[in-house]
């Protein structure tokens, strides 16, 4: 793998710059003249990993090799697994990302070798898993991992690998575009490559997360009923005005999954983006022949699941793990169609991540916590 805490020399920058001159036609390689290093700032993982120890620091920029992508980053957000792999709950360790964030967008500024599907000048933004590219899942592709095993986002000028990459619509902005490697495309997954939604049909989606809205917004749009949770009445109120029909509060409610099917009949498809925890009440709340897609992995809770219903609803469960880069390129054409915007709760600027990542340990928010990096 390669190793992304490589520093430039300036012999290899100006090489790259003469190769630039030579080359501009086709916009391969850095367009830099000068011998003096290009530097940019980057936010590290610390030792031990933790949000306190997050470092910014300055480092000659890097450039890319065959088969990857220099980007100049506008925005990137934060996903609740970002805060795990920043806090350690992720293994950390040689050969893992330094750098965090799986979800970004912004300007390519270099290509290396052998890219010919992008170019200098492309709007781009980045999929999870690099290597997965169209098709049926598999496991391996966890080992390229943007912002676990591979570097991610957070820096103002960062390397990534070009079999990741699209390339994004005029029409979808570089902050909206920030939001959804990870939480749109795993909704589009589960949505519509999983559960094939179909108008009028009801979806439960759990809390007020990034999944969860952007999963609201894509659903109501599809023509779907939409039902939601919250232990916060504001947060369900929230909810209700981007078009969620039917809001419980898990809190005052317990026995949710009983009260959603009292209200609905029972839902279709669950997003279950908590997991194993509140996995029976979601079956609960499920209607005969229901699909629930398993996003979430939370801790086994004190006493194991009993699967409610699982067989006498003869009840569809499947997990997922975010998506492909063709999946993400069917998100951005979707969105387009169906004129959807992500909601974005926070701005921070890039000099305030660790403010963001505090936010999103806060768990306040509606929708996603945004970066800027201009």
């Known amino acids: ?92 360790g040689a050969n893992k990302a330094s750098i965090p964030l799986s979800e970004g967008a912004g300007e390519v500024i270099a290509v290396g070798a052998n890219v010919s599907r992008i170019k200098v000048g492309d709007r781009v933004a980045s999929c999870h898993f690099p290597r997965w590219v169209t098709g049926r899942w598999s496991p391996d592709v966890y080992e390229n991992d943007i912002g676990n095993t591979l570097d991610g986002w957070l820096g103002e000028k960062v390397i990534l690998p070009e079999s990741g990459i699209v390339v994004l619509p005029k029409e979808i902005s570089y902050e909206s575009a920030a939001t959804l490697a990870s939480s749109g495309v795993t909704a589009w997954h589960a949505l519509f490559e999983i559960a094939r939604l179909r108008p009028g049909q009801t979806v439960l ?124 390129e069917d998100l951005l054409g979707g969105m387009v169609t169906m004129k959807i915007q992500p909601v974005i709760e926070r701005r921070f600027a890039f000099d305030e991540a660790i403010a963001a990542f505090r936010e999103m340990e806060a768990g306040d928010h509606v929708g996603k916590v945004l970066i800027r990096h201009g």
Not at 215 to 228: T, W
Request: charged share 20%; glycine share 10%.
């Open 1 to 92: 793998m390669v190793d992304r805490r490589r520093f430039i020399t300036t012999a290899s920058l100006a090489a790259a710059a003469a190769m630039a001159n030579a080359r501009g036609a086709n916009g391969k390689g850095t367009t830099r003249r000068s011998g003096t290093p290009d530097r940019s700032r980057v936010w590290r993982i610390g030792t031990p990993p933790s949000i306190a120890n997050l470092q910014l620091v300055m480092r000659d920029t890097p450039t890319p090799a065959a088969d990857e992508v220099l980007v100049r980053v506008a925005a990137s957000s934060i996903n609740a697994r970002d805060r795990g792999i920043v806090a350690g709950f992720f293994p950390i």
């Open 205 to 328: 989606t759990l809390g007020t997360g990034g999944v969860s809205t952007i999963g609201l917004q894509l659903a109501k749009a599809a023509g779907a009923r939409v039902v939601v949770t919250s232990s916060r009445d504001d947060k369900i109120a929230r909810m209700r005005e981007l078009g969620a029909d039917v809001g419980v509060n898990y809190r005052t409610t317990p026995a949710w999954g009983d009260r959603v099917r009292e209200l609905t009949g029972g839902v279709d498809v669950v997003l279950e983006n908590v997991g194993r925890p509140t996995l029976d009440e979601s079956m609960n709340a499920c209607a005969p022949g229901a699909t629930i897609v398993m996003i979430g992995t939370g801790p086994l809770p004190k006493e194991l699941p009993k699967m409610p219903g699982f067989y006498q609803k003869n009840l569809w469960l499947k997990a997922i793990s975010n998506g492909s880069r063709q999946m993400f």
